[in-house]
T-cell receptor, first 116, second 111 residues
């Protein structure tokens, strides 16, 4: 089954404790991205990757890191989480088209993160 | 800069009513793509439709239909004979040089 998986699904942590949210896709997609969803703000892109070892900032990258060492995996790293990073996070993947994000994205189930 | 506006924050209807969700975008791109996604109460995001800027044909899929009007920069979504299972947050998204999501419309269909 074609899917994007994220782990963990729920996480409660404390300020400053490094954490990683994993993301994996089995569709051989070149493009992967991370979003955060906050009430009244919709989805905002954190980072994206157009292929292995190619990553770039989205609209709200501060406080986050990513890596793309393998095509299928795109982990999101919070080196020193803060309460304002409490949010619902989605990983997504898609094929690459003429434009960077011209194809529909397949989303993971989401990770609800609470930073105390 | 591109922008997507979903002016309706919340809509509440009674089952079997038709409902239209509005989406208006601002852009200077000549080539772009428009999307609708559904987020049911379970939280996942489900792709519904993709439309490119050169294809203004309306589309119908079962009870769902989409009206793309380039002249008014709108890409509205209509659900005919709504059902309780249609209750969800619906996001419109635009992709030109960057992918931008609207803020979403919470649709509640009451029995």
């Amino acid at each position: 089954e074609a899917q994007v998986t994220q782990n963990p699904r729920y996480l409660i942590t404390v300020t400053g404790k490094k954490l990683t949210v994993t993301c994996s896709q089995n569709m051989n997609h070149e493009y992967m991205s991370w979003y955060r969803q906050d009430p009244g703000l919709g989805l905002r892109q954190i980072y994206y990757s157009m292929n292995v070892e190619v990553t770039d900032k989205g609209d709200v990258p501060e406080g986050y890191k990513v890596s793309r060492k393998e095509k299928r995996n795109f982990p999101l790293i919070l080196e020193s989480p803060s309460p304002n990073q409490t949010s619902l996070y989605f990983c997504a993947s898609s094929a690459l088209g003429i434009e960077r994000e011209s194809h529909e994205q397949f989303f993971g189930p989401g990770t609800r993160l609470t930073v105390l | 800069a591109q922008k997507v506006t979903q002016a309706q924050t919340e809509i509440s209807v009674v089952e079997k009513e038709d409902v239209t969700l509005d989406c208006v975008y601002e852009t200077r791109d000549t080539t772009y793509y428009l999307f609708w996604y559904k987020q049911p109460p379970s939280g996942e995001l489900v792709f519904l439709i993709r439309r490119n800027s050169f294809d203004e044909q309306n589309e119908i899929s079962g009870r769902y239909s989409w009206n793309f009007q380039k002249s008014t920069s709108s890409f509205n979504f209509t659900i005919t004979a709504s059902q309780v299972v249609d209750s969800a947050v619906y996001f419109c998204a635009y992709s030109g040089s960057r992918l931008t999501f609207g803020e979403g419309t919470q649709l509640t269909v009451n029995p």
